[in-house]
């Protein structure tokens, strides 16, 4: 068989993987930005140095550096797989990067910021997610003037509780990193075609030279668009990853499963590899794994196991003398979440409480079994 895989990230660099060593097919992998894979979540530790370039980088054969326009280009494949991602979102004040304002997900943006340290530049970061905690890290290790502004209350209040943001956001501060919450931009200030500042919506106006953008990512549609496949937020597949074109597939971020978009790591390789057996093995529908995340916020950990959304009530506790936590997620007191913060947890033992449907008073009286917390540190008692 002869298949067309479009985008080089986890999902497609995977599902070309498997065809080719386990169904021996011809594979071509398409990308507009690299002609290899690499390890998006390792970028920040090539910034900081902490870890050469070519350590993150797998080579892909048949590999080529091409912007796929339209699926006519691949006719004469016996499938197509769409592996394109997603795409940061760029708000109304900015609507196109240039040398003064870069997003934080590529592998040409890793220069971009060198640059930014190498010629001193006066650095504003826009966002307080996971990307964002990460570029102001790596400013704060290189020593860059810069200034990170949250739109929010706090670091990652989109994803975490407000309880556990503050910790995260205080701890940081704590740490030097310099975080500015309840700032909203309004509009970007260039002299000469050049940036030289952020407008808020108090009316200050913050000096910059350059804007790293942080703020979220959504599918990347495009292609999808104009081919004409079936579109909600992301290219929608059934449970075998099948768009509404025939031999035309989507995974990993770009795809929007009857359970609905997961943009992690995890669910990127799962997507890719289950792809290869349903286009080349028969395979039968994809059956998903339980959600899980893991982000480490300068020193804190952070773990969420199973459904953490805020329409499940919870129970919290807060250790009164450190910073960490856990939060049990549960409806009719069953638990169906785990997170904790500085508290690494063992997610098999999470999975298996949830999928016992155990009560809230059974999970905290396991629960010190299921710290695989470095020796000495203090025992959790719920």
Not at 202 to 213: C, R
Not at 214 to 234: D, F, N, Y
Request: charged share 20%; net charge negative; with cysteine.
């Amino acid at each position: 068989m002869r298949i067309a895989i479009v985008g080089n990230g986890r999902a497609g660099s995977t599902a070309a993987r498997v065809l080719r060593e386990k169904y021996a097919c011809n594979v071509d992998v398409f990308s507009d930005e690299t002609r290899f894979h690499y390890a998006r979540t390792a970028l920040m530790y090539v910034s900081m140095g902490a870890v050469a370039p070519s350590t993150i980088i797998a080579p892909l054969p048949d590999a080529q550096l091409r912007e796929i326009a339209s699926l006519d280009e691949l006719r004469g494949y016996d499938a197509v797989v769409l592996a394109t991602g997603s795409r940061p979102v760029l708000p109304p004040w900015c609507t196109e990067l240039d040398a003064d304002v870069q997003c934080y997900t590529a592998w040409n943006d890793v220069a971009m910021l060198a640059d930014a340290r190498v010629n001193k530049k006066r650095c504003v970061v826009v966002g307080g997610g996971l990307i964002g905690a990460e570029v102001a890290e790596v400013l704060h290790h290189q020593s860059v003037p810069y200034t990170w502004l949250i739109r929010g209350t706090g670091v990652a209040d989109d994803i975490v509780p407000g309880d556990e943001s503050a910790m995260i956001t205080r701890h940081m501060q704590q740490s030097g990193i310099e975080v500015q919450v309840a700032s909203d931009v309004v509009a970007m200030v260039r002299e000469g075609g050049r940036v030289t500042g952020l407008t808020l919506h108090s009316g200050e106006t913050l000096a910059a030279d350059h804007v790293v953008l942080a703020m979220g990512s959504t599918p990347s549609i495009a292609l999808a668009q104009r081919a004409g496949l079936e579109i909600a937020t992301g290219v929608v597949v059934d449970a075998s990853f099948r768009t509404s074109l025939p031999h035309v597939y989507a995974i990993g971020d770009c795809a929007q499963p009857p359970w609905g978009i997961r943009p992690t790591w995890h669910d990127a390789c799962a997507h890719g590899e289950h792809v290869a057996h349903v286009i080349a093995g028969g395979a039968d529908a994809y059956v998903p794994s339980m959600p899980s995340m893991q982000a480490t916020f300068l020193h804190l950990e952070w773990y969420s196991v199973g459904d953490t959304s805020s329409e499940s009530d919870s129970w919290y506790w807060r250790d009164p003398h450190n910073d960490r936590s856990v939060r049990l997620y549960h409806r009719n007191s069953h638990v169906v979440g785990v997170q904790t913060l500085a508290i690494r947890i063992a997610r098999e033992m999470c999975e298996a409480w949830i999928a016992q449907s155990l009560n809230v008073d059974a999970v905290r009286a396991q629960f010190a079994d299921a710290v695989v917390d470095p020796e000495f540190t203090p025992t959790v008692v719920l």
